[in-house]
């Protein structure tokens, strides 16, 4: 006579792991709802106190205030969002040019660093070691207050090629001042750039078709030219007239009038991040098998070539991610412009902040704001990342 055996009991659901897992996010999620909801109600009660309540209807105010660099128009009488957008563009303007020259200088920087020339090696090395153990506040402070204020007076100032004016007041260079022509011209600009976005997929099919590698930036650029080109010789009057700045009283007029804290800012943003990003690029370029440069080498390949077609595009895959980071960094430090009296978004927000009262609106706005910068720099360097990194087939 056969025997079955026992049935296994089932496992109380309270010693069930799957159900203490599930128990305990949701605990943890409870916890932080919870902490939210005192946070928000603190902030509510304290403010109906004061006879206030949260909104952004006071954002369509006048602003009444004036403001220095202006990319676009506005005035006094021009609202709290139309000031909030001047900020918020000398910021992005900022943060622009200071990614593109940090990540130039940067890319110089790590190559020095790894010279073989000791001159070059060891200026690298304390340019480095002196900017990433430095604090950027006092940098900023020092870098403004030290050499841009330092500069001649108007009468004083350093002229070069009569033509580009050095002084306290700022940096005036030659600038083309746009005519009636100028926007028949921008067709011809968008035109052109049309025209070189089709040369660059064109050519980026028949790379994958053929497995040759054109080149393809070269082309696309070449294409935008010359129709820029076509559009400047066929208009009958010139869409750009050139403006050279001159001493106006106390004051710098025409051309294009570089501010103090402008230029104090972005290059001191520039020198700052560019340490960074050098060792950044250092740790990449090293990261590469001796293989590889040896193998470029023994192919004939001199020490540029070896470096532009072999060494960065494997070393790519490691510099790209921690790149992001500092272009990140950058962007959110460009928020120390208050400490030099720059107009950046913070800048701003502050001021509509002491005459609304309404702080927390605004300080939840540029929140929002530097958040949306991250995240769109995170996807665009996550999706460039995910198209040069290596395939395995």
């Not at 650029?221 to 010789?233: C, H, K, R, S, Y």
């Not at 609106?361 to 460039?384: C, P």
Request: proline share 4%.
């Amino acid at each position: 006579m056969q025997h079955t055996p026992a049935t296994k009991r089932a496992t109380p659901f309270w010693r069930d792991e799957r159900f203490l897992q599930l128990l305990g996010q949701a605990l943890f999620l409870i916890a932080v709802f919870g902490f939210a909801w005192i946070i928000i109600n603190n902030m509510r009660t304290g403010l109906q106190k004061q006879g206030m309540t949260l909104g952004f209807s006071f954002i369509s105010g006048i602003a009444g205030f004036d403001i220095a660099e202006l990319p676009i128009v506005y005035s006094r009488s021009s609202t709290y969002l139309q000031a909030y957008t001047v900020g918020l563009l000398n910021t992005l303007i900022v943060s622009g040019i200071g990614i593109f020259f940090s990540t130039i200088l940067g890319v110089i920087l790590g190559v020095a660093r790894l010279s073989k020339n000791f001159l070059i090696n060891r200026l690298a090395a304390l340019y480095l070691e002196l900017m990433r153990n430095m604090s950027l506040l006092v940098f900023l402070i020092f870098w403004y207050q030290g050499l841009f204020l330092k500069l001649p007076k108007i009468k004083e100032a350093i002229i070069w090629f009569d033509s580009v004016y050095w002084t306290n007041r700022g940096i005036g260079i030659p600038w083309g001042i746009p005519t009636a022509s100028y926007p028949t011209f921008q067709l011809f600009l968008l035109s052109g750039i049309f025209l070189a976005l089709i040369v660059f997929f064109s050519l980026q099919a028949y790379a994958k078709r053929t497995g040759r590698a054109p080149l393809t930036s070269l082309w696309s650029a070449l294409a935008f030219t010359v129709v820029a080109i076509v559009g400047w010789l066929v208009l009958p009057l010139k869409p750009l007239e050139l403006s050279i700045p001159f001493a106006n009283g106390l004051n710098l007029s025409g051309g294009k009038i570089f501010s103090p804290e402008f230029m104090a800012l972005t290059s001191g943003l520039v020198l700052y991040t560019a340490a960074f990003i050098g060792e950044v690029v250092r740790s990449g370029i090293l990261a590469v098998s001796n293989g590889q440069v040896e193998a470029a080498r023994a192919l004939g390949l001199n020490r540029f070539q070896t470096l532009r077609l072999v060494v960065f595009p494997q070393a790519l895959r490691v510099i790209v991610p921690p790149l992001t980071s500092q272009y990140l960094n950058l962007t959110k430090n460009s928020s120390l412009a208050v400490a030099i009296g720059y107009p950046d978004m913070f800048y701003v927000s502050n001021t509509i902040i002491n005459q609304s009262g309404r702080a927390v609106e605004m300080i939840a706005v540029v929140m929002l704001t530097y958040l949306t910068f991250s995240l769109i720099t995170s996807l665009f360097m996550n999706w460039y990342n995910a198209k040069i990194k290596l395939v395995e087939r």
